[in-house]
């Protein structure tokens, strides 16, 4: 097999392994329409200095539990909504404070997903290509 197809049919796989399990978590989750309440200023503090972030508090309301807020700064997105704005909140019915927003961002790519989903490509192609030399030096070792 080629080194080409390899490596697709294993980036395939890694994508599988991450958009499968979300889609069937969207067509589970139920859906509502919460309002920004405000927006809060966190700091992440790194060896040299800090950087600060923002994340949105909104509200929203659940069949079950009535009205709850929803934070999550783990988030990516990629336009902040201002304080008012009404978004899709995306919850688990079983257990509704376990929410995201229904943004593609957010939702699609959390930043540990994007940093496991980014070590496992480049594991990937590591990989490949260690066998690849090796079997290539295999070949002309025995020729």
């Keep these: 097999m080629k080194k ?52 949105p508090i909104i509200l929203y309301a659940t069949e079950k539990s009535g009205e709850l807020y929803y934070r999550k700064d783990n988030e990516v997105l990629f336009v902040m909504p201002d304080i008012g704005d009404k978004v899709t909140v995306i919850y688990n019915p079983h257990n509704p404070k376990y929410a995201y927003l229904s943004k593609f961002g957010s939702f699609w790519f959390a930043l540990p997903d994007l940093l496991l989903f980014g070590i496992l490509i480049f594991l990937l192609i590591g990989v490949v290509n260690i066998v690849f030399v090796k079997s290539k030096k295999k070949k002309k070792a025995t020729v």
């Design 4 to 55: 080409s197809k390899v490596l697709l049919i294993g980036i395939i796989l890694i994508v599988l392994f991450f958009i499968l399990p979300k889609t069937i978590k969207y067509f589970r989750f139920n859906k509502s329409v919460g309002v920004v309440t405000q927006i809060s200023r966190g700091t992440f503090k790194t060896l040299r200095d800090s950087t600060s972030f923002q994340y």
